[in-house]
């Protein structure tokens, strides 16, 4: 199976903040990954599919890079409806897996 | 609009079996692909497996040995999920997800299911 490993597994962040996830496969998935942010009692959001390539409806300032083994997540300014955790997921191969998570919390 | 809505919590206890319905609706059934993710209490996203509902071809994660079954009722527009042989640590939510196609991602979820089992 392809594992995925997200850093850091939990962020303190401020309103206004840049932040970045990393997930990291442990072999090439090409562009073939996903984000979600999930909010507590909720179904996970897509955000980003194909590394890069923004959901309809979501706000420009989340934003998608990488491809092969190495990925990011960039929010550029934090709002207070951001806060939540978010998920990479390969979509390369079966078993389509997740990461474990990133908690982003307010400062 | 497109939604998928779940069948409601269930409890069941230890060796049972829990079947979780997933109905479609606002876009062509057979067109997307479904798949099904469980979250454990706390724990992160496991992806179960994926019916593809125009040809009936499921495939599911091998960690769950032939336990989950996956089917699909085109007549509704509605998928399943059946896992058997249950344990204590299947107590989860459950998803179902659609993909549109294989260049996609999961775009629409259904509100999940939460199944307990407990003696």
């Known amino acids: 199976d392809i594992q995925l490993t997200q850093s850091p597994s939990f962020l303190s962040a401020s309103v206004g903040d840049r932040v970045t996830i990393t997930c990291r496969a442990s072999q090439g998935i090409s562009s073939y990954l996903a984000w979600y942010q999930q909010k507590p009692g909720k179904a996970p959001k897509l955000l980003i599919y194909a590394a890069s390539t923004l959901q309809t409806g979501v706000p420009s300032r989340f934003s998608g890079s990488g491809s092969g083994t190495e990925f990011t997540l960039t929010i550029s300014s934090l709002q207070p409806e951001d806060f939540a955790t978010f998920y990479c997921?390969?979509?390369?191969?079966?078993?389509?897996?997740f990461g474990q998570g990133t908690k982003l919390e307010i400062k | 609009q497109v939604q998928l809505v779940q069948s409601g919590a269930e409890v069941r206890e230890p060796g049972a079996s829990v079947k979780v319905s997933c109905q479609a609706s606002g876009y062509t059934f057979t067109t997307s692909y479904m798949h099904w993710v469980r979250q454990a209490p706390g724990q992160g996203l496991e992806w179960m497996g994926i019916?593809?509902?125009?040809?009936?071809?499921?495939v599911h994660a091998q960690k769950f040995h032939g336990r989950v079954t996956l089917t699909r009722d085109t007549s509704t527009g509605t998928g399943y999920m059946e896992l058997s042989s249950l344990r204590s640590d299947d107590t989860a939510v459950y998803y179902c997800a659609r993909m549109a196609s294989s260049d996609d991602a999961f775009d629409v979820w259904g509100q999940g299911t939460l199944v307990t089992v407990s003696s």
């Open positions: 997921q390969q979509l390369n191969r079966y078993p389509y897996t």
């Open positions: 019916i593809n509902p125009r040809i009936n071809s499921p």
